[in-house]
């Protein structure tokens, strides 16, 4: 019996040591499997949740923003711009989201009509002055749409400028969210005009000669530069992409624009091209559908 009681402590001893190591175990297996610790760690590491009611627009890139040829032959009409613009018809995303009487005060255009993705930093920099809610981004198109194939901008050339433009905005306006367009099918506006020997004869005074020299040729090496465009299109649209999700307060449309299946009369009636008032519109109702989604499109 000398010899039981001792043992017994020490059965109790292990048993108590035990029961401290299961309870330490629990609570650093709360800590790492979801506890209120871990939460309130994720809570301070979140990054920004994007705005989907921004007041302040800053609309940047290249003659799409500008309305090129929607009112008129060789011209800008900013008023139709699907980002800024305060037609009624087009009803732009500024109208949308700040109302008619905001666009004025509280939405600038700054894209220049010609501009590529070189131009874009300078146009980023001049945003960035208003502190918007809201950049809209929408450029490349220019960047294949040279007069050859081979003039193209390289895919690296693209890349380090967007990247590049972006680093400028969010040094110069940390809080300003960006929605990115994709680039359009240049292709498709090709195939909606071709047909028309009216609209051939206006496409010879130099208009996107890359995509639409030689439009109703079917030799290969037309057939092969067509092509050529069109997959560097997509692949800039893949580099916006790319860069844009680096950023938590960039948003790229997931190729919203670049698969919309724009008609003929959707486009310009001067140069077949560019889009009309009623293009606009859509690419107004686009980007309004994605900057207001509680997440990005997939």
Request: net charge positive; with cysteine; charged share 20%.
């Amino acid at each position: 019996m000398r010899t039981t009681a001792p043992r017994r402590r020490a059965r109790r001893s292990l048993a108590g040591a035990g029961a401290t190591i299961v309870v330490l175990a629990g609570v650093l297996t709360g800590c790492q499997s979801g506890g209120s610790a871990t939460e309130g760690e994720r809570g301070a590491q979140a990054g920004p949740r994007w705005n989907t009611a921004p007041t302040s627009i800053a609309a940047v890139g290249d003659s799409i923003t500008r309305g090129f040829d929607a009112c008129s032959v060789l011209a800008d009409c900013p008023e139709v711009s699907w980002a800024t613009g305060n037609d009624p018809a087009v009803r732009s995303l500024a109208a949308r989201l700040l109302g008619e009487a905001g666009v004025p005060e509280r939405s600038w255009n700054l894209a220049v009509t010609g501009s590529r993705m070189a131009d874009l930093a300078g146009q980023l920099a001049a945003a960035s002055e208003h502190k918007p809610d809201l950049v809209t981004v929408m450029v490349g198109s220019n960047d294949a749409c040279r007069p050859l194939a081979s003039s193209m901008t390289p895919v690296a050339e693209f890349r380090a400028g967007f990247e590049k433009a972006l680093a400028g905005l969010r040094a110069a306006s940390p809080a300003s969210e960006v929605y990115v367009s994709s680039v359009p099918d240049l292709q498709r506006l090709w195939e909606q005009g071709k047909d028309s020997p009216m609209v051939r004869q206006i496409w010879k005074l130099g208009i996107c000669q890359s995509m639409l020299a030689d439009p109703l040729s079917a030799a290969t090496g037309a057939t092969s530069r067509r092509e050529q465009v069109r997959a560097r299109v997509v692949e800039y649209n893949e580099v916006l992409r790319e860069v844009c999700a680096k950023d938590a307060l960039c948003r790229y449309d997931g190729g919203a624009v670049f698969q919309y299946p724009f008609s003929a009369d959707q486009l310009s009636r001067w140069d077949w091209f560019h889009p009309g008032k009623d293009g606009q519109a859509r690419l107004a109702e686009l980007a309004h559908r994605q900057v207001t989604a509680a997440e990005p499109p997939r």
